[in-house]
């Protein structure tokens, strides 16, 4: 599959500022490749089966509700409202410093892209925090340091599901049309990371 991918960007792009974001996709690539997947289902909930790069999500992932923490409140909520847009999901908890320290970055790269760009934090429920410890994080620390303005899908079990993981932060990216492009670290979070891959969609008409 990585050769497919490969070799259909590098026929479709052949700049040297496209092959040096095929370059950069392409190193996003081998990173989400290590990360561990599981079954799913233990909980007794349907089995959600895990997804890979390059595949596109279900349309259960913008249709179903979520719950979800922003502006001071928790609702209920889907994602259709999300698509069209770069999505990146950053799967934390509130015991993570690291995860912690790159909201602020995370609220400036989504205010700056606000139009093409959208950050959706996700705090799963194995991680054992309560919407009461989400609260307190939000009111005591990112209101401090910035990241507050970030929703947070909480109590969640179907995120982790789909994209399984064991060291946080992690980051989901998935295309406006809803292809899965790479899962990362925090050091690919960037605004020169997210510029190339913005070129990269606009390119193949993503958002035309």
């Known amino acids: 599959m990585m050769k497919s991918i490969s070799n259909n960007l590098?026929?479709?792009f052949k700049s040297k500022r496209a092959r040096a974001i095929l370059l950069c996709l392409v190193s996003m690539f081998s990173l989400s490749a290590q990360t561990p997947r599981k079954d799913s289902g233990a909980s007794g909930l349907?089995?959600?089966a895990p997804i890979n790069v390059g595949d596109r999500?279900?349309?259960?992932?913008?249709?179903?509700?979520?719950?979800?923490?922003t502006n001071g409140k928790?609702?209920?909520?889907?994602l259709k409202h999300l698509k069209g847009k770069l999505i990146i999901l950053d799967f934390w908890a509130s015991w993570c410093g690291m995860c912690l320290t790159q909201m602020p970055k995370g609220e400036k790269l989504s205010q700056q892209y606000a139009d093409?760009?959208?950050m959706v934090l996700v705090n799963t429920k194995h991680r054992r925090d309560d919407l009461q410890?989400?609260?307190?994080t939000y009111s005591e620390t990112l209101a401090q340091i910035g990241g507050s303005s970030l929703p947070t899908v909480y109590n969640d079990e179907y995120l982790i599901s789909l994209f399984p993981h064991a060291s946080i932060p992690r980051y989901v990216w998935i295309s406006p049309r809803g292809t899965v492009l790479a899962i990362t670290g925090h050091t690919f979070v960037n605004k020169?990371?997210?510029?190339?891959?913005i070129d990269l969609l606009r390119g193949q008409g993503n958002y035309e």
């Open 10 to 12: 590098h026929k479709a």
């Open 74 to 78: 928790a609702i209920t909520t889907d």
């Open 133 to 136: 410890k989400i609260k307190k």
């Open 46 to 48: 349907p089995a959600v």
């Open 57 to 69: 999500v279900p349309e259960d992932f913008y249709t179903r509700q979520y719950k979800v923490y």
């Open 192 to 197: 020169e990371q997210i510029d190339n891959v």
């Open 116 to 118: 093409t760009l959208a």
